[in-house]
């Protein structure tokens, strides 16, 4: 199993809206330079998660983005799922036509591999991955004198 790029980078923005989520409305280029995301493809990225309901967006002088929940009630599988759709590790988990499914045992195996996947993704909020976020910023703190 792979993550996409828009998964992988749509997570690495969205973590860096949620740091910035009490400051309100955040500039889009503020984010991608502290993330290293090209700008252009972050745009098309925040326009999936503007449209399916992650992301709100204001414009004028004190416009940006922002999340449109508290950090804590959107998780890591809300981010996959409004990225790409719902989740499944194999198509044949969403195809309930298949003629196999009622002897295919490796069926079986990976539900329970895509339960135990979704469950940890459900598990996990985009405020946890800010709180991770800033104490690995804290850590890697250096004092020159």
Known sequence: MKLSTRIR????????????????????????????ISEKYSEQIVRILRTTGILVSHRGAQGGYRLAYPPDKI?????????????????????SNCKRISNC????????????????LNSITLADLAKDYREKRASNITYEI
């Open 9 to 36: 980078y749509g997570l690495r923005l969205l973590v860096g809206f949620a740091v910035r989520y009490k400051e309100g409305f955040v500039q889009l280029n503020e984010v991608t330079r502290v993330e290293g």
């Open 75 to 95: 998780t890591v599988l809300d981010v996959i799922e409004a990225l790409e759709g719902k989740f499944y590790i194999t198509g044949c988990l969403k195809e």
């Open 105 to 120: 045992v490796a069926r079986d195996v990976w539900k329970k591999l895509q339960d135990a996947i979704v469950s940890t």
